[in-house]
């Protein structure tokens, strides 16, 4: 009994004596996040005040306040008593197996520098990759967060991202739109020629400058393709694409141009015949 009592007294003068170092360890988490979350905002108002590029201070803030967090983290256990000379080693050690272990994540948070500081995109900008299309909407630290056009989100790591073929449609002001109308082989190519540039002539969205085209760019087997060329700029492009489309199909019918479609020629023979006439020999 008195062994039992022995530890208890031992385990409270531990606790008393470890007290005011547990006190100091609690106000300093307190008052540490409260200082990240104030130097984390002042910093994004700054930026915001300069307009520095959305993606560059998201990235900022990320790396920002992660840094002030293990900064953070290394005070709470120096105020715990816990040296910080044996801490580094142990830090070092576990750094170094983290390293190994997280290769993707530290490929990953390469990448993001490597957009950021190379910017092949912008947040905003409509992009192609790693077979998927939309909307930058986010580069954090280890992924870029892209909307599609049915408004899911895909999450793609940056290493693929810095590593790979990206197609970028926000990047010029202007696009050219190529489009294949084809018409019957009965069909007078010159009339088709004018309905379609008449369709791109009064359309305001189209660019005059450089003209439109059409020409014909195939003869296939059961129509003569004709190719319709012209630039937008890049806010009305699709608007102007798919007015064209509906228009040139009701103004080439109503002009007499028939538009074809895929044909067969099927010939049936009567196998019976052949039948009779084996019997017949036989």
Not at 105 to 133: H, T, Y
């Amino acid at each position: 009994m008195e062994d039992i009592e022995n530890y208890v007294n031992l385990l409270l003068e531990k606790i008393v004596a470890y007290l005011p170092n547990i006190i100091g360890a609690i106000l300093a988490v307190i008052i540490g996040l409260w200082l990240i979350k104030f130097i984390t905002k002042k910093v994004r108002r700054i930026m915001e005040k300069r307009e520095i590029d959305p993606a560059i201070r998201g990235f900022t803030i990320n790396i920002l306040n992660v840094g002030l967090k293990i900064l953070l983290f290394i005070i709470v256990i120096t105020k715990l008593g816990v040296e910080t000379t044996s801490f580094a080693a142990i830090l070092a050690a576990a750094g170094l197996a983290v390293g190994l272990a997280l290769q993707g994540s530290l490929s990953n948070f390469a990448g993001g520098v490597l957009i950021i500081l190379l910017k092949p995109f912008r947040i905003g900008d409509w992009i192609e990759a790693q077979g998927v299309s939309g909307s930058v909407e986010e580069i954090s630290l280890f992924y870029t967060h892209i909307i599609t056009f049915n408004n899911q989100r895909a999450v793609i790591p940056n290493g693929e991202l810095s590593n790979n073929k990206v197609i970028n449609y926000s990047s010029e002001d202007r696009r050219k739109d190529a489009i294949t109308v084809g018409i019957s082989y009965d069909s007078d190519i010159k009339t088709a020629r004018k309905v379609l540039m008449d369709i791109m002539e009064r359309d305001e969205r189209i660019d005059k400058d450089p003209a439109p085209q059409v020409f014909v760019a195939e003869l296939a087997d059961s129509s003569v393709n004709l190719s319709v060329r012209f630039w937008a700029k890049r806010d009305v492009f699709w608007g102007a694409h798919f007015d064209f489309m509906e228009n040139s199909k009701i103004e080439l019918e109503a002009a007499g141009v028939s538009l074809p479609f895929p044909q067969r020629d099927l010939n049936f023979f009567d196998m019976s015949k052949n039948k009779d006439e084996e019997s017949k020999a036989s």
